[in-house]
């Protein structure tokens, strides 16, 4: 497998009142396709900002990004937008759904900011992936009519309809009980296996755990590469009951 993502001395600083403050400090990583990555460590060390450059949301100050063998470091924000729209699924924390929008809107949505691409088509490619988070049975409803978990699902569905070349999760399981988190965790492990990109920001040891490898951040600093060996294997015999999250 080849690289998917090369960060070659990254470094971003932040300036508010003639006040510089450096969250990342000269970090070099490479993600290979297929590579299921947690990225953790404290409060403030700078993960989020790290997996903002991942996903085109901001560039960095210093350093270069290699995405797919383009160098998107110093794209302009319409630039960013045109291949964040192609090539990056987002899962947040809080889920970003759209209220006033149905499950199969808020699905459809990445893929409206593609030319050429037809209501027709947008429609079947967002039944697709709901099916594949088990959430085609509610395409109608809106976000109020969802528990967290389904929510969550949705939103996954929703990273996965422009099928990107990586899946970048913030948090993905911070709003959801532990039941609920689970189901989401499994349903990472399930893309992972047949053949999604992930990098995944958490701050729980044991969702850590799950990828295949971890990186550990402290001060804007990557301080920790490790391979785990112990990742799960996916539940067969129903123990959770997924329609009902």
Do not use: W
Not at 138 to 151: D, E, M, Y
Not at 202 to 226: C, I, K, N, Y
């Amino acid at each position: 497998m080849s690289a998917l993502i090369r960060l070659e001395e990254i470094s971003k600083s932040f300036y508010t009142d003639e006040i510089e403050t450096q969250a990342l400090h000269g970090i070099t990583l490479s993600i290979t396709e297929g590579e299921y990555v947690s990225l953790t460590g404290q409060s403030g060390c700078g993960k989020s900002t790290l997996l903002s450059l991942l996903g085109l949301l901001d560039s960095p100050t210093q350093g270069r990004y290699i995405l797919s063998n383009q160098d998107v470091s110093s794209l302009s924000r319409d630039e960013r937008a045109i291949i964040r729209s192609k090539q990056i699924g987002f899962v947040f924390q809080s889920f970003n759904l759209i209220s006033d929008l149905t499950v199969a809107e808020n699905v459809m949505l990445p893929l409206s900011y593609q030319p050429g691409v037809n209501r027709k088509t947008m429609l079947a490619r967002a039944q697709e992936v709901l099916e594949k988070v088990e959430m085609s049975h509610r395409t109608a409803h809106f976000p109020s009519q969802l528990s967290g978990g389904q929510q969550q699902r949705v939103a996954v569905a929703r990273a996965l309809v422009n099928d990107p070349a990586i899946i970048l999760a913030d948090e993905p399981t911070g709003n959801l009980d532990s039941r609920n988190a689970t189901a989401v965790l499994e349903l990472f492990d399930k893309l992972h296996q047949e053949g999604a990109t992930i990098c995944m920001v958490t701050h729980d040891p044991a969702s850590a755990q799950r990828a295949q490898r971890s990186l550990e951040m402290f001060d804007g600093r990557l301080v920790g590469d490790t391979r785990n060996s112990n990742t799960p294997q996916l539940v067969t015999n129903n123990a959770l009951d997924l329609e009902a999250l």
